[in-house]
């Protein structure tokens, strides 16, 4: 295949990549920008594998084999209450690879039209150890994220003294490294330069909290693009680099958006640990449950929803957890029959990924046009018969506007605590991720009904047909 053939189909790759991301900016398109990305992909690796570079295709296809097939399994199995640590986990192979291609790149520059052992120019040396340490990154820090959320690692932020100073030191040190690396071109500086982002990658994501994974996982998806660029630019691949700057450039504007949904610094989540102030720890850990609360039952939730005129759904996490969407969409479908407006407001951090809760709603055929964003709907919570809360917990509470104390102060919530009469879905009175005490739990017009989300549903689902 000729060299200007090659650059035009990886043209047309990029350019189906680009219609990828905007069809995934809307529920509505995400099935035709996803097959975009499909198609675009496609394009990639068949260009890759006809061009003249290739000589050998054994070793291509046992891997291409070995990806395609476990890729396959996963995606038949993966459940879409656990896409987080599925996206988190596939950011991880991102960085090691771009690891793994610098660390090929130094060992045999002829293969990728380097130069020689020895003779490499700083600026491809530079490329590949600032790829090397966006990419190593990457790996560790989205392994950790990984671990949070499956659980095997404590959703809490694991804090020591002088964090932050070690932090800056180990980035002193890599850029020292990094220095040294394109005036020498040592395999040992390589290696250490590697070694020390990987602890950085470890150090920058372990002191974040579970609340704050949608933060970390936009952030993650933002590395592991420039990551991409970083070895694009060695292999001298301009597909690699657009496609790179894509994702960096849209996971950068993601974690902009999520920040400002939680209120946060995107300066300190790229320098990682925030919300970990000591004041905020300690008043995570005040607990008011002694307060009188209202229990009611799914029955009793049947009669007021029915009861009702409009009705706004807000999910969160727990009814992911519980695989409540189904029943929850048969129960709304209900509701419509009796006559009562319906709509889903989504919180942008509700859930442990960005749009989670809309991921989980259309799986269920949920119509895009009744799931509403918060700007979308805040204002008609004040003349909304009834707020039902499914699962949610931090992005439903009061404390936000009026705690100053509180660490998710000044975060902007959903105003549920103005409808009339809130139904709160939950298995218990336990705070949520943030570790902060809800206050709509106590409030007058707030009903607990507590369980699993699902089973609720169904409850409630039995009480509207039998009236």
């Not at 592991?224 to 504007?253: E, Q």
């Not at 004041?279 to 449950?289: H, L, P, W």
Request: some cysteine; charged content about 15%.
């Amino acid at each position: 295949m000729s060299v200007n053939l090659s650059a035009f189909l990886y043209l047309i790759s990029a350019v189906c990549f680009i219609l990828a991301l905007r069809g995934l900016s809307s529920a509505a398109t995400s099935r035709s920008g996803n097959m975009y990305g499909v198609f675009g992909m496609v394009i990639a690796i068949l260009t890759t594998l006809l061009g003249s570079s290739i000589s050998r295709y054994s070793w291509i296809v046992v891997a291409i084999a070995l990806g395609g097939g476990l890729g396959t399994v996963i995606a038949k199995r993966i459940k879409m209450t656990a896409l987080p640590q599925l996206v988190a986990a596939f950011h991880s192979l991102v960085g090691l690879a771009a690891v793994f291609v610098a660390a090929a790149a130094l060992y045999s520059p002829e293969t990728f039209h380097l130069g020689s052992q020895g003779n490499m120019k700083a600026t491809s040396l530079f490329e590949m150890g600032l790829g090397t340490i966006v990419g190593a990154i990457t790996f560790t820090g989205s392994i950790i994220a990984f671990g949070k959320l499956q659980g095997l690692v404590s959703g809490k932020p694991l804090t020591f003294p002088r964090q932050h100073q070690l932090n800056a030191l180990l980035a002193i040190a890599l850029l020292v490294l990094l220095f040294i690396f394109m005036s020498t071109e040592s395999a040992s500086v390589f290696w250490l330069l590697t070694t020390l982002s990987f602890a950085l990658g470890l150090l920058l994501i372990m002191p974040i909290g579970g609340a704050d994974m949608p933060v970390v996982i936009s952030m993650l998806n933002s590395y592991s693009g420039w990551a991409a660029a970083g070895i694009g630019f060695t292999m001298s691949n301009n597909l690699l680099i657009i496609t790179g700057a894509l994702v960096g450039a849209s996971g950068a504007i993601l974690s902009y958006i999520m920040c400002k949904g939680m209120n946060r610094s995107i300066f300190n989540v790229i320098l990682g640990g925030f919300g970990t102030d000591p004041a905020s720890a300690s008043a995570a850990g005040t607990n008011t449950s002694d307060k009188p609360v209202k229990v009611s039952s799914g029955e009793d939730a049947a009669f007021i929803m029915g009861n009702a005129r409009n009705v706004i759904i807000v999910p969160g996490y727990g009814m992911a957890v519980a695989q409540a969407q189904h029943a929850l969409r048969e129960m709304v479908d209900t509701l419509k029959g009796k006559g009562v407006n319906v709509r889903y407001a989504i919180h942008p951090v509700a859930g442990r990924m960005p749009g989670h809760m809309n991921v989980l709603l259309a799986e269920a055929n949920v119509p895009y046009d009744e799931v509403l964003e918060l700007e979308d709907i805040n204002h008609d919570f004040a003349s909304t018969d009834v707020a039902f809360v499914i699962g949610a917990n931090d992005i439903t509470n009061p404390a936000a506007k009026t705690d100053a104390s509180s660490p998710i102060y000044g975060m902007p919530i959903l105003d549920v605590e103005k409808a009339k009469t809130v139904l709160f879905v939950k298995r218990s009175l336990a705070s949520g991720y943030a570790g902060v005490d809800n206050e709509l739990f106590y409030r007058d017009n707030t009903l607990m009904v507590l369980g699993d989300a699902k089973k609720v549903c169904e409850e409630i689902l039995k009480g509207l047909k039998e009236h």
